[in-house]
Structure formats: structure tokens, C-alpha cells
């Protein structure tokens, strides 16, 4: 007894753990119901939005977000980890079997370098040049005369799976001198330096360009990088920002599927700058 | 003394507890083994012989050279080792021998709270002012294996500096002050029979100082660039092997997975080989190991 | 111990060495106030009561950290949870109810200092396979706490070893000529006696589990939401500092005076951990 006396702290925390337990218990009272997505970082922001809304209009229904990459949020729909994965790319022939994919909005994927780099606009033969190491400096492509700091994304992102792709060059072609994560990280990486150019959802960078975020989108075969652009279907690199779920689907989370493709969730699409579904 | 029916029973149920916390080691080894058969098995010498590192999902679509990254472990370990280790006998010796006794006690507390200090603490610091600071003045992109070294540096210098402290502190006073008698000087004292007399513990710290630097992730994925190359200079970017995992754990699958628990065992089997590393330095070194790693 | 008066004699070795002993001091000095007064200065400038009683908003560029602490503290009552009645059963078996030397405490003693040397992102991985998929218990506060709670194991185990073979044996003797078995003695003379030490233990482990980062990455998630059940996945205020400081443009004001507040936690325990090895000592010394 006299331990327990001496262990304030223990009891502090046991005291605290205790209340977030009983809230868990009301919770149950209430048949608490929970819906776990997890996947791609492009879409998880807009989903935990959408999330929340659904949340307020469903009392006792939670929503849980997770981010790990499209891959990661097909796989686990697939094998059932989650009851809805996300994808920001086109599902592969070899993940299509037993699961269904359900477009939410459509984002395209642009180049980004800092506000301040006077160069407004590269060729995708410069580009490619700058991802192959054979650019290695601003003012080969009419810049500073500073070394570029070419920051590449993660193996298995779905953005560096487009890009190559839109390229045709390998993921082993790639020299590139950092590498990014997920979107916010390689958005920070290029605003906090002057020389870095970096490849990003459109959405989420014109999003962050908005609220102020020194960086500037390249346009793309001269095309503006945009909400607008990919929009009209004029941006070369689009592609579609997906919900994946197992081929039979429980109602509750239907309704959720239902409820982030309807009119009611446009607003916060455009929030995010990615492009609401045309219905 | 007997042990009564009572004291029978409960001495089972600690037991049981004792084997428990034992067989953790065991079940960490068994899942780590486990997890990592797959990768082990279709791979084998690939994860040696492979030019680069672009792991996928299947084996075959993939490469899944490990071999630039344990080689930016090893060299971002020794880096820091090499900095952080003089330094942090130094630090020891200053607290001992050099230090009066109000700026030693304020010191050693000062050594506490460094060691008290998160990792991704110094990561951000290493984030924020280092990596911006090294760009500057000497190279950009500033995130680099030069970054890390410095960082992993601070961060493993107070286990150094504590532990080492210890074992000087073991050194008996009758010989130093017998030495002093004799005339010799401060330093003459310290190399001719200090230093030797504690070398045991000095190289325990050193020890759990590599221990501490393999392992260290968060300050590591925060300041190297993680590209994935043999670095040509210090101030190119480098990616180990905890922020390897750290990276691209929360997305992998299959086969990529397991790699990465390949290189979770290779840690394990690190820490086992240093921890018995230690187990020996001691043994042969009863009076001054043994202080060392209860710290 | 320091401040040992050996004679400072002349020559141009002995002088340089000073110096450069000195020079480390200093430079030690000068890194720790480096940092410290970074995170200082550029957290106070965000901190404030209502940074403490909200919740993070645009990923934590705004709002502030309520939910984070009620998870961190969560994952800290399910690792002590966890680990002390382990930690305590086996440094009892290791201090009153085994001979030093013995096969099977030298075998306990062994893996502990192997388990002590095991980097947290091994854990992660460990608890990642082991809780979260193996026992699919998924990206939760369970799955982290208990991850935890095998990291801390060692650390836990021998500072509470200490504590009890830091009793005179006296008590012991004591206990048994008045006929009182040895579990009766360990419960009723034995654990109020090392107390103190216990706390000192225990401290040093919330500690660890406050600080640690890499081992929750894959095993209690990033979710910042306030969790609702010990299933939730909850985000530790160490991983909203690195989320803050990697991924959240603009992040950084927010992320220095996190710092500060977990800097802040750890610096009271700490204090409290001084206080308590203080009380130890001088009890366990006769001294008051």
C-alpha cells in the first residue's frame, strides 16, 4: 500500500488512461462503428475532411486516416487490413483482381522549384537532363549560377511511378541528391531552398502556393500546372485520386463511398484544389 | 534460509516473470528471423550483389542492393565515433581532474541533460540550423552524411562522457595521489596511469557509443538526404540502415518488407555482437568494465 | 570525487593538454546552450495555455496539441502498465530470490544487457510484426504502449534490481528471525524500504518512453485526432514534433514549442528522478 503512496505519478496517468477508456466505453454503448483508411498522402488530407463531415451527419461513426502511399492503400484493401484504401494512380493489371476502385477527384502531378528561382519554365528535355544528372546547374537552363538540388521522391509513390512513366526513362536512371516522402515533406524541402526543384500532386502544391508557401509550379508542354488545366484535360500528367475497396462492400461504408462522390463534398474537394467529379 | 510452501509458489511465479522478460529477446530474434526468411530466401546474395536499391513488391521486379546502405551505417557511425569519442573522454577527464568542484558538479548535470535530450530533438536542430548552416558555408544541399555525423556526434557524447567518468572515478585515489606525491604532473599522471588503469571502462563508452550511433534513427532520417549511393564525400547524401526502415516501412509490402527486416536483424545482430563485446571487455577487465555499463 | 587537487605543473605538454581539456568543456558547453536556447527561444514565442487545451489544426500549423498529449500519456500508461509488474517480479527474482552468479540470473542479466543495445527502430519492427500484424491489434495505443513497455523492460529491471540490493541485509536477517517468510519480507519490509528507488526507476522509464520516436513509427501511427479507445491510433508528442518539422510546411514555429513542452516533461522528471535518488540515498544512508 505504502508503494502506491509513493507512485503519484502512476496514478496520475492511471487516473488519465482511465477517462480516455470510459469515453471508449460510451462509445460502445453507442455501437461505435469505425471506418480505417489508409494509402495514399495525396488524398488523406481531403479524406479526413471528408471524414469529419461524415462524421458529424453519422453519430457514432469514426473515421480513421491513415497515410503509407497508394500501394500500401491497395494492398490493404486487398487483404482486408483496411476497409478502404486510397490510391492517387490508375490501379496496375495485377492489382485489379477482387477489388474496386472509386474515383473521388482527379489531381495531376507538376513540377515545383522555390518562388524566388527565375526560371519559370523547363522543357521536359531539360527536365529529364536535370532527373539524369546530365543538368547539374541552374544556369545550363538560363538560371542562377548554383548547382541544383534535385529532389527525388521514394520508391513505390505513385507520383515517381507517373513521372517515369510520362518520361520513359527508369527509376534507376535517377540521380537525384535528396529524397522526399510524402507531399508536405518535398513541399517543404523546396521552400527552404532557393535551388531545389522537386515533382508533386498539382493539388496539393497549388494549395500550399495559395496559403502563401514559396514555391512556383512549372508548367508542363507549356501548359499551366493548375486545378483548371487538369480540370479541361489540357495538363499532359493527370490522374485520378482513388477510394479501393473489396469487391463486396458493407453498407455503412458504401454510404461513406456514396457520400465522398457526391455534390455535398465539392466544396471541400476544391478546398484541397483537386477536381471534383463531373456528374 | 528455508523457503516456505508460500515462498515456493511465488518463487515460480518470478521465475516465470524472469523467463519472460528472457524470452523476449528470443521472441524479437524469432519474429525478426521469421519476417525476414522470405527476402533471405529469393534474394540470398542479391541483397549483396545487387547494383541499387529499388525494392518492389515481387523480387523479380526489383533491385535490392543493401550494400551502400550498410555502408552508410558504417560510415556514419565511425564519423561520429571518431568525433564524439575524444571528446567525450575529454569531457570525463575535465570533470575529473581539471574542473573545480562546483564547475564539475554543474557540468556533470549539464552532460545529464544533453543525454536527456530526445533524439528528435537534435534532429530538428540538426533540421533547422545545422543542415541550412552547412549549405551556407560549405556545400549545399546542407542534408548530408557531414550533417549526420555531427549530430549523431552530440548525441552519443554524453553516454561517452558519463560512462568513461565512471570508470576514471573507479581508478583508485591512493595510486593517482601517490603519483602527485612523487611529483609527477597532471597529464604525466593521467596517460602514465590513469588513462591506462581505466582503459576497460573508456572502452566499454566507446562500445555503447557505436551501439547508441548504429542505432540511432529519427535525428538520422531528419539530417542524411537518404539517397540511396556510395558517398563520394562527406558531404554528399548517405541513407543507414535504421532510416532505411524508418522510411519505407510504413509502405512497404512483400518481398520489400521483408528486405527491410533483414536489415532490422542485421541491427539486432549488431547490438548482440556489441553487448557480448562488452560481456567480454569486462570479463577481462573486472575492475573497471563493471562500472561502466550499469549506467 | 571531482575537483581532485593534483598539482599543476608547467612544461609545454602539460599546458597544451589544459587547454584543449578545457576547450572540450567548453565546446560541450557551447553546443548544449546552442540547442537548448533555440528550442527555448523559438518555442516560447508559441506557447501558451491554449496551445495545451487544443487541438492541432492544418496539420498542426495552428491549434494546438491536446489530443497529442492524451495520447502520449496513454502510451505511456500501457508501457508502465505493462512493464512494471514484469520489471518488478524479475528484479525480485534477481535481488532476494536468486544467488549472484547463478546460471539462470546470469542467463536473465545477459539478455537484458542485450535488449538494452537494441535500437528503437528494431522495436518498431518487432512491434509492428508482433502487435500489430501477428496479434492484430493494428496502429493503435495498445500496439504502441506495449512496444514500449519492451523497450523500457531493461532499463526498469535494473534500476529496480538496484534499489532492492541497496537494502541493508539487516532487514532481511531481521525479518527472518522473527519467522516471517521471505515473500512476507519482500512485500512488507523490503518493498517500502526501496520505495524511493522504485520511483527513481520507474522515472528513468517514462523518461525513455516520453522521448522515444522511431519505435512508435509503424506501431501507434500518426493519427492526431483525440483517441476514444485503447484501439485508436494515436500520434506521441515526439511524432507530431518530427511530422511538424518534415512534413508540414511552415511548421516549424509549431514544432520548436513542442519541443519545448516535451523538453519541459523530461526536465520534470528528471528533477524528479534527482529528487527521489536524493531521498534514496540519504534514507538508505541513515542521513536525513
Redesign the interface.
Known sequence: MRLLHSLPLLLATALLSGCTGGSAADGEGNQRQTIRLAGSSTLAPLAIEIGKRFEERNPGVRIEVQTGGSSRGIADARTGAVECGMSSRDLKDSEKDGVRAWTVAMDGVCFLVHASNPVRELSEEQLRGIYTGRITRWSEVGGRDAEIICINRADGRSELELVTKHFGIDPREIDADLIAGENQQGIKMVASDENAITYMSVGASEYEARNGTPIHLLPLRGVEASVATVAGGTYPLSRPLLYVTSDEVAELISRFIEYSRSAEVDDLVKAFSYVPLQR | ?S??S??GR??W???L??????A??V??LF??IS?SIPALRELGPRLVHDE??????LAANG?YGMLPIVIGSLTVTLGAIALAA??GL??A?????????????V??R?????A??????????G???LA?LI?EVLR??G?SMFAGILVVA?MI?PTI?LISESAL?AVP?AT?MGA?AL????????RSIVLPSARGGILTATI?GV?RA?????AV??VC???VKVPGSVFD?V?TL?AN?????????GT?RSA??VS?LL??LT??G??LL??WVERRDPLNGGGG??G | MSGLSLPTSSGTEERLVTTSIWTIALLVCGVFLWIVSDVVLNGLAGLSISYLVEAPAQGGRAGGILPILVSTLSILAVALIAAIPLGLGTAILLAEFTRRGGTFPTVVARSLDVLAAVPSIVFGLFGNAFFCVWLGLGYSILAGGLTLACMVLPILIRSLEAAFRAIPDEYRLAAAALGMSRTRTTLSVLLPQAAPGLVVGLVLGVGRVLAETAALLFTSGYVDRMPESWLDSGRSLSIHIFDLAMNVPGGEPNAYTSALVLIVMLLLINGAAAWGADRWVRRATGTS
Do not use: K
Open positions: 534460509m523457503l516456505s508460500v515462498d511465488v518463487l511465479l518470478l521465475r516473470m524472469g523467463a519472460a522478460s528472457c523476449l529477446v521472441l524479437i519474429f525478426l519476417d541499387s536499391w529499388h525494392p518492389r513488391e533491385t575524444p571528446l575529454g569531457s577527464i575535465f570533470c575529473q581532474f581539471y574542473a573545480p568542484r562546483p564547475v564539475a558538479t557540468y556533470r549539464l552532460v545529464e541533460l544533453l536527456g535530450i530526445p533524439s528528435v530533438v537534435y534532429g530538428f536542430w533540421l533547422a540550423i541550412p549549405a549545399p544541399p542534408h552530440v557524447l562522457a572515478a585515489r593517482v602527485a611529483g609527477m604532473g597532471r597529464w604525466s599522471i593521467l555503447l551501439a548504429v542505432g540511432e534513427t529519427m532520417v531528419m538526404g537518404n539517397i547524401s541513407r535504421t526502415i524508418a522510411l519505407e516501412m510504413g509502405y512497404s509490402l520489400h527491410l527486416f532490422g541491427l539486432l547490438a548482440i556489441l553487448t562488452v560481456a555499463t550499469r
